[in-house]
């Protein structure tokens, strides 16, 4: 599956119970304070963590190391960030759900990564990327660098500023300095992109909009800027136009997972239930686990309808991919009594 920004491999597993990934698990997020194994939310259940390693390909040894940087968001917690350091690791609870993982290099982002809900307790995401601008000439056909710029020397500082300003949870700075970025560089639909982003952490739809536009503007294939656009429409309640533009987000990148996922449900609030379904089919053929949820929507969907045989053949579905569901029980009893 191929990502945004020179992403070379991408390797996910939804890790099984066991002693030794367990203790794997606790090594890696330990030097974040965390201990997944350990970890219990209010009703004793365990906590869901993503964590992983992220292995920097291409770097000039001579340079200045790359600041490289994850950062998670899903429902319940905006762009949570963590500083990858000299062992690669990192480590996120996840609070809520629709997940993302998204890293970045010197504040450009080079890979982004569709997250399970919150009901698996532990998944590893491992990412092997190149700095932005870095040829990647040893893995021909697999590298997507096709949104890459050439280094600019105006806005490199101010990158690494941004990147400094967000890891210490200054967002003000943070837009201060991409703003900056682009009053030196107008062309930069990454960084106007960037400045979207910061505003829909501040809640501030208005200025997002703004911001995604330029960017959509001047690339008007760069995925994440149409995605956003169409969260902002969706957010906004505006469902025909987060439609259009997530119709759009998958043109630009058919191997979008989550585009597809988002267009499903947007397909399903506009009442057009066969383009939901199928989208939702999609996403979960390029992303069989990590979209595993939408096994749940199609569930729901069939119910309503009265197809109940089709909604256990969905639950089925999605407990062989997260068995340890805290609504195991109740979707098996389902399963039970409706399937033929």
């Known amino acids: 599956m191929r990502h945004i920004f020179g992403v070379i491999s991408l390797s996910?597993?939804?890790?099984?119970?066991?002693?030794?990934?367990?203790?794997?698990?606790?090594?890696?997020?330990?030097?974040?304070?965390?201990?997944?194994?350990?970890?219990?939310?209010?009703?004793?259940?365990?906590?869901?963590?993503?964590?992983g390693r992220v292995v920097l390909k291409g770097a000039r040894p001579e340079g200045k190391p790359p600041r490289i940087t994850a950062i998670y968001s899903d429902s319940l917690q905006p762009a949570t960030r963590q500083v990858i350091g000299r062992t690669g690791n990192y480590c996120f609870q996840?609070?809520?759900?629709?997940?993302?993982?998204?890293?970045e290099v010197d504040g450009i982002e080079v890979a982004r990564k569709s997250v399970f809900d919150a009901t698996n307790t532990r998944q590893r995401e491992d990412f092997d990327i190149f700095p932005p601008g870095t040829p990647a000439g040893a893995q021909p056909g697999v590298v997507n660098a096709k949104f890459a710029r050439p280094p600019n020397e105006k806005t490199a500082d101010?990158?690494?500023?941004?990147?400094?300003?967000?890891?210490?949870?200054?967002?003000?700075?943070?837009?201060?300095?991409?703003?900056?970025?682009?009053?030196?560089?107008?062309?930069?639909?990454?960084?106007?992109?960037?400045?979207?982003?910061?505003?829909?952490?501040?809640?501030?739809?208005?200025?997002?909009?703004?911001?995604?536009?330029?960017?959509?503007?001047?690339?008007?294939?760069?995925?994440?800027?149409?995605?956003n656009l169409g969260i902002v429409s969706a957010l906004k309640g505006d469902v025909a136009a987060a439609i259009d533009f997530f119709e759009r987000a998958v043109v630009a990148d058919s191997s979008y997972a989550r585009a597809y996922r988002l267009l499903g449900e947007a397909y399903l609030q506009a009442r057009r239930g066969n383009d939901g379904l199928a989208a939702l089919d999609e996403a979960l053929r390029l992303d069989p686990v990590g979209m595993a949820e939408c096994h749940l929507l199609k569930a729901r969907l069939y119910d309503l309808a009265g197809a109940r045989a089709l909604a256990a053949a969905e639950y089925k579905a999605f407990l062989t991919k997260v068995p340890n569901h805290p609504d195991k029980k109740k979707f098996e009893k389902y399963i039970k009594e409706n399937q033929e």
């Open 12 to 51: 996910a597993a939804v890790l099984l119970c066991g002693v030794a990934i367990r203790a794997q698990a606790d090594d890696m997020c330990r030097e974040f304070g965390e201990t997944p194994s350990r970890e219990s939310g209010r009703d004793n259940r365990l906590v869901p963590f993503v964590y």
């Open 94 to 103: 996840k609070r809520g759900t629709g997940g993302t993982l998204v890293i």
């Open 158 to 227: 101010l990158y690494r500023k941004t990147s400094e300003a967000e890891q210490a949870n200054d967002t003000n700075a943070a837009i201060g300095f991409v703003k900056a970025i682009v009053a030196a560089d107008p062309e930069d639909f990454i960084a106007w992109s960037k400045l979207g982003s910061l505003y829909i952490g501040e809640q501030d739809l208005t200025e997002a909009e703004t911001a995604f536009k330029r960017s959509f503007a001047l690339r008007n294939d760069y995925t994440p800027a149409i995605l």
